[in-house]
């Protein structure tokens, strides 16, 4: 397993995934990402099969959406609702409130918006949550890269739960039975550039301490940083998340902590100002950043419950929400 463990870093391993995907070293590379997700709920994959090309074009349309005026970009309105997780959100709207018990705190929390905007998307045929795109001919293009990326990362995504499912030593297919409606959500996040010092005084956040209410989720970012993951062995604490040029980060939601029966932890994650950060003119870079969400029903794995260690929790299902 140690020959396909690349590195290591804020204690989240770096897995070489070709050996999975070539068929040379399956079960080794299975076995160190769920050793990770064990660890602390995250790997980072490089060699993943995911076309950097494909991913630097995408990141680009994201680029572009983010520029359109306002007005524009405001014609794919996230409804009002907020359980319609589908088209624009501006920034300031959402708010990441999670593990805060203290009723003084909450209040002060919810008082300072969390500064991105997102687009979300999923499957065209979703009768259950369709899609909101801008009108034909606003950003020719835009809607099919974004369809494109939704069925790219989905191809990832089978091959991902393959491993997972050998790593815990189910069935190679175990887990793709339980995702073949492919209700995923592709969320495009844009973290536009503010005072560091705004930030440092808690007056906006990017995202606050969560974890992710699905199964599994890709991340890729941009090479700013910002990404923080607690340690799971030191509550409080977090260490930084440094993007790693290749590789996409996988970590691991509520949904399968439960599968898992708690073998796999689901961890908490923020997004703040990349660390050790100077510029000449007090402000935060922007950050991009696309989270790719796996949704399921969930009941715990065959193999992790017992009767000396019986199931935690009851089946559940739920659509999926994931804020990097």
């Known amino acids: ?60 349309w994201l680029k572009r959406f983010f520029a359109q005026p306002t007005d524009t970009k405001l014609l794919a309105p996230h409804p009002a609702s907020g359980a319609h997780h589908r088209g624009y959100s501006a920034p300031g709207v959402e708010k990441v409130v999670q593990n805060v018990f203290d009723a003084e705190e909450l209040v002060k929390q919810r008082k300072a918006p969390d500064f991105k905007e997102s687009f979300e ?54 887990f793709i039975q339980y995702h073949v409606a492919a209700d995923n959500q592709l969320r495009l996040l844009h973290y536009p550039s503010v005072p560091i010092e705004r930030l440092s005084n808690e007056e906006v956040t990017r995202i606050g301490a969560h974890t992710d209410f699905c199964s599994l989720t890709l991340l890729l970012q941009d090479q700013v940083g910002g990404l923080e993951v607690e340690d799971p062995q030191n ?28 073998t796999i932890r689901s961890t908490v994650h923020r997004v703040r100002a990349p660390p050790n950060l100077r510029t000449e003119d007090g402000m935060t870079p922007e950050r991009y950043s696309i989270p790719y969400d796996f949704p399921t029903v969930v009941d715990c794995v065959p193999g992790t419950y017992s009767e000396e260690r019986p199931k935690k929790y009851e089946p559940i299902s739920v659509s999926p929400r994931s804020n990097k």
């Open 235 to 262: 509550p409080g604490q977090f260490k930084s998340a440094a993007p790693i040029p290749g590789s996409i980060i996988v970590n691991a939601g509520d949904f399968l902590m439960r599968w898992s029966n708690d």
């Open 1 to 60: 397993m140690e020959d396909v463990k690349v590195g290591n870093t804020a204690g989240i391993s770096i897995v070489d995934f070709g050996g999975f995907l070539d068929g040379t070293r399956k079960q080794a590379v299975a076995d160190a990402m769920v050793e990770s997700f064990k660890n602390i709920g995250f790997v980072y994959l490089v060699n993943h099969g995911l076309s950097q090309d494909k991913i630097d074009s995408t990141f680009e």
């Open 121 to 174: 998307c999923g499957r065209e045929d979703d009768p259950g949550m369709p899609n909101i795109w801008l009108p034909e001919g606003v950003l020719p293009g835009f809607k099919e890269a974004c369809l494109d990326f939704y069925w790219t990362c989905r191809e990832v995504e089978l091959t991902v739960l393959r491993a997972l499912a050998l790593g815990l030593h189910v069935p190679e297919d175990y």
